[in-house]
């Protein structure tokens, strides 16, 4: 079988196929970048609000690697329109509450 190539699993997201891994997890960099429109240092930041002024929006998402070495970040497949959905929440208040002033 070393002639093949390995199967590669894919889910599709918002017409993007994001590759993951055989315990299910993407890398979180293709997230971020897709559909954060964030670089992957910065959009891991979201993921525990350990950095002031970012909140923690990964609380009951599972993710794998290290969260300080973003590169390593992956986050479950099936958690990952969640955390796009959380994103996008939170950055929609932001500028309603800057708009407001």
Not at 67 to 95: A, T
């Amino acid at each position: 079988m070393e002639n093949f190539e390995k199967i590669k699993n894919f889910i599709n997201i918002e017409g993007k196929d994001l590759e993951y891994d055989s315990e299910g997890f993407v890398r979180f960099g293709d997230v971020a970048l897709y559909f954060l429109n964030e670089q992957t240092q910065y959009a891991s930041y979201y993921i525990t609000g350990k950095i002031h002024g970012y909140p923690g929006l990964g609380e009951g998402l599972r993710f794998s690697g290290d969260k300080m070495g973003y590169h390593s970040i992956r986050i479950h497949k099936d958690d990952v329109e969640e955390f796009i959905k959380r994103f996008k929440e939170y950055k929609k208040n932001i500028v309603e509450k800057f708009s407001q002033i």
